[in-house]
């Protein structure tokens, strides 16, 4: 009826859309033959008052042909009543009711074919709306279950014409939610594959670059907005835990804050005090939102910690940065006084450090404080040492510049002329003597082999090549070659010493205070780590010493006797000063008698320090195992006090030593003298060639001299031997006694 000519119809519109009553009833036909007109007449009623007796109840339709059509009395196109042609079958109703029946037909079109809203079900099953056509429906599903949908939510997933996403969806770093989009492309907050993940293309092997600086460090993002005030609190979802004592940072183009976290006790929520760099006014803080990068710039008290640092955009760049947090002041990392990174690798122009001196040198490479390396180094440049005094490395090898010290190579020993200690050697320059040196030697055999370009001191003679095998003293067993005489010119000469012996005499009291004496203990134990007493020296070797001690309950460590230097009035205030003398060796604590009697204490080969009368000194028992209730007593006298010196004690709590003229220690010291003569030697020179022999120098010698001609006149009195040298030049042999 849709597409009717509705002035073509039975009972038409006229022009003001009015009817007739014409054929209330028209073409209606009984099929029980009971009309009242011959059979295939019309009986056309025009008016309900011409239906009579004659009219067809319901009870006698058995069925009813349409010729043409039925319609309501009240029927008006697609507005009310109904309407049925005959002809073709079409209906038209304002209300249709269908039973469990369903319909069964071949299409559907609401409201129409025409309207591009409309719905629309076609006769092969296909379901459409929004469109007149199914391929250009925004909505559809077909008869094999396609379903199209332009936008839409499902679940709480939106639908668009080219991507599926979720419905908070904010893209870039600071955003949320996921999309997926018909490109191919996706985004996601995060995403776990339980599975592997094949691609064609895998963002790790493409290059991707970054502007400006990139830190590596231990991060999350912001799971909360924070406010302006001081007071907020920093709340992370959680994938990274801040400790206390975490200096912290957030950064975007505008806003730049340090903070600190003083509390981890909630986390992910992090109590903190903001704006370390005091950039803001108070409560005027940048107002940080959800899902702001928070990174750590490492932890300053305790455990430290630190972040990487690459740079490809700053002046002397690129380089790669490692900074360790020195405190929690935001900006104290790196080194301590230049706040250079503990390593840099890449350009090093820049690097401002005096030691290294990069601040204008044009080279790549690595640098930091320590360089542990494993296999081979190659290296033609550059030096080992400080700024001033290092070997310098060349092309040719490497060579010793000094302007205020050493400059060594060594194994035990420590610097020059530790004859008779440290095992091991020692090569370098001695800048004390101006001149280069190579020294070995052995502290348990007491021998030692020098090599020096120059050796000078106070002694007489400075030699280029020296072996010793010492005992207790420096002249001893020796070989020298080249070896000068400082008092003469004497050049180019030999000199063997067979040694004087050194041999030291039987030890004798030095200095004492008697154990008659004793009425008070004094406690190595607790603060007081070292006690003993001052007094006067000999000219003689230290070589033992005893204490009237004892041990106090059970204790562990060791317990040494020290000789000090002293320094205060004597006698009164005298105290130790400097570092020891001469120390003994040890004697465990637990080996301590368990009462009061003479506990000696000796002081070994290389210990012997040579007193000088007259001097004074202080000899302590130093305790160095465990504190508390354990420790040694050490008898003394408080009740008439009468030896020369006083008392001493170290506190090792203000790490200071006292004194005190109340009290005297119970102590012996014991030294000894050493034997000299005996020493055999012959010595060959440029000047003159002798033999000869001395028991009362020093020294003691045979020696062999070679005087030159021009010396015979002086000395023709004593009588020489004459021989000729290889050169056929005339020398001399003269044999004397005596000194030289």
Sequence with gaps: MANDNYENIDIPYNSNLERTDEGLLAGAQSSTGNSSQDEGSNEVISSPNQI??????????????????????????????????????????????????????????????????????????????????????PFSVTNVGTIKAESGTIGGCSLSSDHISSTTFASGPSGNGWIVRDDGSAEFQDVTVRGKISTAVF??????????????????????????????????????????????RMKDGTYDEWMLVTDAGSAPVYTVTRDLAADYTSDANPIWKKGTAVVSMGVGTGTKTGFIQLDSTSTNSPYIDIYGRNSNTYNDYGQVTTHLPEVRLGWLKGIVDADVGLNSTDVWGLY?????????????????????????????????????????????????????????????????????????????????????ALEAGSGDYTSNISLHNYSNDVNSRSLYINREAESTSTVNAIEINGGNTGALNTPGIVDSYSESNYSVWNSLQYKYISTGQSFTGTATKITSCKFWAKKLNYPSGNCYAKLYAHTGTYGSTGVPTGSALATSTAIDGADFPSDYELVTLSFPDGQNYEMTAGTYYCIILEYTGTQGSNGIRIGADNTTPSHSGNKVSYNDTTSTWGYSSSQDIIFYVYGATTTNGGMVGVKISDADVGIGFSTTSAEGKYVIQAPTISSISSETAAGYIRIKDSLDNTRYIKVYSGTE
């Design 368 to 452: 930091s404080d320590s360089v542990y390396l494993k296999g081979i180094i190659n290296a033609t440049a550059g030096k080992i040492g400080s700024s001033t005094n290092y070997w310098s490395i060349g092309s040719a090898g490497i060579t010793a510049t000094s302007t205020s010290a050493d400059v060594i190579i060594n194994y035990g020993k420590t610097d020059f002329g530790q004859f008779s200690s440290n095992d091991g050697f020692i090569l370098g320059y001695d800048y004390s003597s101006g001149g280069a040196k190579l020294e070995l030697g052995t502290a348990s055999g007491g021998s030692a082999i020098m090599f020096t």
């Design 52 to 137: 009579g007796e004659n009219a067809i109840t319901a009870e006698q339709i058995g069925d009813i042909q349409i010729t043409n059509w039925i319609k309501s009395r009240n029927y008006k196109p697609k507005s009310q009543g109904f309407f049925l042609r005959g002809s073709d079958g079409y209906i038209e109703a304002n209300k249709l009711w269908i039973g469990s029946g369903g319909i069964i037909g071949g299409k559907l079109d609401i409201p129409d074919t025409t309207s591009a809203d409309s719905f629309h079900v076609d006769a092969l099953g296909n379901m459409w709306s929004g469109a007149t056509t199914l391929v250009s429906a």
């Design 203 to 248: 963002e790790k092997g493409t290059i991707s670059a970054v502007s400006g600086m990139v830190v590596i460090s231990s991060s999350d993002i912001l799971d909360a907005d924070m406010t302006a005030l001081d007071a907020s609190t920093v709340t992370i979802t959680g994938d990274t835990t801040f400790s206390a004592n975490e200096v912290i």
